[in-house]
T-cell receptor, first 117, second 109 residues
Framework: DGGITQSPKYLFRKEGQNVTLSCEQN?????MYWYRQDPGQGLRLIYY???????QKGDIAEGYSVSREKKESFPLTVTSAQKNPTAFYLC????????????????FGEGSRLTVL | QKEVEQNSGPLSVPEGAIASLNCTYS??????FFWYRQYSGKSPELIMF????GDKEDGRFTAQLNKASQYVSLLIRDSQPSDSATYLC?????????FGRGTSLIVHP
């Protein structure tokens, strides 16, 4: 089945550690996104990528890094510079075109919950 | 900065009633408008999208858009306990979606 796979679902990090969240999609979508969600909050954009080998900062990129070496993959690294990383992280994808039938809908993975010990 | 505002709620309605969820946005250049439903601990799923002024109906759901007032709403008719969730409004300009904080809906029997 086509979809987006995020791993791990749950992750614990010690102070000072970098951790990487995986996101893989087989929908052949051009665009991929990383959002962060805190309790009672909406989704805040961390990074997005429209094409391979290119990505842009979102509203809260500080302390995070990404890569887009393959169309299918968009991993997110939470670095030790991110002072409050405990949150629910959501990866999403969408077609980047405005062709007929393209709703602009985001397709989400199941999310990764990161907790700092 | 582009902003999308929603009342966080909770909005509590009895089973069978109409639930009305509202959203305002700041960017007049916004082109696409979406409502996502998110159950606790889960990822969002698309409920409705709307591009043009007016109403769009899909089953028990109706999305309403008024670009002049920068306002989009979602009506849920015959609300069911299974509709209890957080509803996220998302507004897209240049393919970058901006989300509101979400409105928590509780449908009680």
């Amino acid at each position: 089945d086509g979809g987006i796979t995020q791993s791990p679902k749950y992750l614990f990090r010690k102070e000072g550690q970098n951790v990487t969240l995986s996101c893989e999609q087989n929908l052949n979508h051009d665009a991929m996104y990383w959002y962060r969600q805190d309790p009672g909050q909406g989704l805040r954009l961390i990074y997005y990528s429209q094409i391979v080998n290119d990505f842009q900062k979102g509203d809260i990129a500080e302390g995070y890094s990404v890569s887009r070496e393959k169309k299918e993959s968009f991993p997110l690294t939470v670095t030790s510079a991110q002072k409050n990383p405990t949150a629910f992280y959501l990866c999403a994808s969408s077609p980047w075109t405005s062709g007929i039938g393209d709703t602009g809908e985001l397709f989400f993975g199941e999310g990764s919950r990161l907790t700092v010990l | 900065q582009k902003e999308v505002e929603q009342n966080s709620g909770p909005l509590s309605v009895p089973e069978g009633a109409i639930a009305s969820l509202n959203c305002t946005y700041s960017d007049r250049g916004s082109q696409s408008f979406f409502w996502y439903r998110q159950y606790s601990g889960k990822s969002p799923e698309l409920i409705m999208f709307i591009y043009s002024n007016g109403d769009k109906e899909d089953g028990r759901f109706t999305a309403q858009l008024n670009k002049a007032s920068q306002y989009v709403s979602l009506l849920i008719r015959d609300s069911q306990p299974s509709d209890s969730a957080t509803y996220l409004c998302a507004v897209t300009g240049s393919y970058i979606p901006t989300f509101g904080r979400g409105t928590s809906l509780i449908v009680h029997p």
